[in-house]
């Protein structure tokens, strides 16, 4: 096993793609290939699942990757130390269900930690999508929620994957609407007098269950209802057509302005938000400084 095969493997599961990891590395497909499964068989593991599709991790696959990336990180640390060798760009990834405090965090972490060069991800997108992503190494880090009703379908989606949930906070559900409509002036919201309003979430794509939903109370029918992709655009829409949807109340008026303000919602209901990783893999030094961040973004 060499530094050099460790590099090759970090540079794959970064790409997802052998044709491409081998572009980035300067050699040839078929010289990449050979030298991890020289590795594979010298381990006696299978780091790379092939398909028709390109390539995955497997569950060993990803155990290993998390070695590798901090015998990587340790060998840099030498060469710069003794050597004078410039770093190697560095790489991140995270993702994360709608925050506006997930993406305040991922800032202030490439203000402090980034280099000249430089590979980071933030990746907003579906609940399943999060665990697939932070189960492949895709992301180090997902960020998510649990409440009673969710909770015990995502603890089995990640005990399966070998993933644990570490909470941040738990927060009581607000909903999220524009300072302009007309519920804005009240303490606290009932969930009746939601009736005549849009009802907006987010898409889930083909894993649609209420399960995996980001806003609470994903049961419920609504007589107007709206589905979006993207957090401008919600944010838009609840302005624009007076519409609300229901979140942690956490909001960043740096990133997103005074237009939209959070008011409490009426329900019993509680909110866990954490943040999700492998179970017994070292995180990387970046991984451990953005949930240091995470933790002053939500110290509210």
Request: proline fraction near 3%; include cysteine.
């Amino acid at each position: 096993m060499t530094l050099q095969q460790l590099k090759y493997v970090i540079e794959a599961a970064n790409r997802g793609s052998m044709n491409e990891a081998a572009k980035r590395l300067f050699i040839s497909q078929p010289s990449l290939s050979s030298a991890i499964k020289d590795l594979e068989e010298e381990l006696q593991i299978v780091i790379f699942e092939r398909t028709n599709k390109g390539i995955s991790l497997s569950v060993e696959g990803a155990e290993f990757l998390g070695y590798a990336r901090q015998v990587i990180e340790q060998a840099e640390l030498l060469e710069s130390h003794y050597l004078g060798a410039k770093p190697s760009p560095q790489h991140f990834s995270v993702s994360t269900q709608h925050y506006a405090f997930a993406v305040n965090a991922f800032v202030n972490l490439v203000r402090e930690y980034g280099q000249q060069e430089y590979e980071f991800a933030l990746r907003e997108t579906k609940t399943f999508e999060i665990i697939e992503d932070v189960k492949s190494m895709r992301s180090e880090i997902g960020i998510l929620y649990l409440n009673e009703f969710n909770s015990k379908v995502i603890h089995k989606l990640l005990k399966s994957a070998s993933l644990e949930f570490n909470s941040l906070f738990t927060a009581k559900p607000h909903i999220f609407i524009s300072i302009h409509n007309p519920l804005a002036k009240q303490s606290i919201v009932t969930i009746d007098q939601l009736h005549h309003y849009p009802y907006l979430s987010f898409e889930q794509g083909e894993y649609n269950s209420f399960h995996f939903s980001e806003e609470i109370l994903s049961t419920l029918s609504h007589p107007k209802s709206i589905r979006v992709n993207d957090r401008a655009t919600l944010f838009n829409l609840l302005i624009g057509l007076n519409g609300y949807t229901i979140s942690t109340g956490v909001l960043s008026s740096d990133l997103n302005g005074n237009d939209i303000i959070p008011v409490p919602l009426d329900c019993d209901e509680t909110i866990k938000v954490g943040w999700i990783c492998h179970k017994n893999i070292a995180l990387s030094k970046l991984a451990l400084a953005y949930v240091e961040a995470l933790k002053q973004a939500t110290a509210y």
